[in-house]
């Protein structure tokens, strides 16, 4: 992967690959902020969420939602025509 967008933090001890994924390659705006949300509720706090979108307006929607929300944004890719977000719950 590339990534695109500096990582919100550096911190070694997170296992980023146990995130709880949720595939939105393919679906228009705004499902895949409306996936998003939904995993969101079934997750503990402190757990993580990785959203893989396709819909070049997830990249806006996301850091939107995060900065009204308070959720915070812990890392974003770019690998080819996907957006990787990673999410942690609160």
């Given at each position: ?50 959203l893989i979108a396709t819909d ?35």
């Amino acid at each position: 992967m590339t990534t695109t967008t500096q990582q919100a933090t550096q911190r070694q001890d997170v296992h980023w690959e146990d995130a709880l994924r949720v595939d939105a390659r393919g679906l228009p705006c705004p499902q895949p902020l409306l996936a998003m949300r939904r995993a969101l509720k079934e997750l503990a706090p402190g757990a993580l969420l990785h959203l893989i979108a396709t819909d070049p307006a997830s990249q806006r929607d996301i850091r939107s939602f995060c900065d009204l929300s308070g959720v915070p944004l812990a890392r974003v890719e770019t690998d080819g025509e996907s957006f990787h977000f990673w999410l942690r719950q609160i």
